[in-house]
Nanobody
């Protein structure tokens, strides 16, 4: 059974940093998957934060995290990381990863359950 599990969330003061992980388990070819981090704050809709291509050669960031967050992947570890710096209270949300297979006739599309990030003083 394929699973993607997020970890690394927690409480941090404004200006602090956290690194989130999205780790795959089960039978899959990890390099076939593009990974996207989303977040959802209470009362808000889910929004895209950052994404990385299956080969790791292309990244995308939402404007509100540019220059503060960095997405990366380590294919041997079957993990994608989201390094978050200069965190602010408005970054408080549940962060989830989505893995989408980009190979023709591969329909894998997986979501993790999310990890909570709380930024407050």
């Amino acid at each position: 059974q394929v699973q993607f599990v997020e970890s690394g969330g927690g409480w941090v003061q404004p200006g602090g940093s956290l690194t989130l992980s999205c780790t795959a388990s089960g039978e899959l070819t990890f390099t076939w998957y593009a990974i996207t981090w989303y977040r959802q704050a209470p009362g808000n809709e889910r929004e895209l934060v950052a994404s990385i291509s299956s080969m790791g050669d292309s990244t995308f960031y939402a404007d509100f995290v540019k220059g503060r967050f960095t997405i990366s992947r380590h294919d041997i570890q079957r993990a994608v990381y989201l390094r978050m710096n200069s965190l602010q209270p408005e970054d408080t949300a549940v962060y989830s990863c989505n893995a989408r297979c980009v190979i023709p006739r591969c329909h894998g599309d997986y979501w993790g359950k999310g990890t909570l990030v709380t930024v407050s003083s």
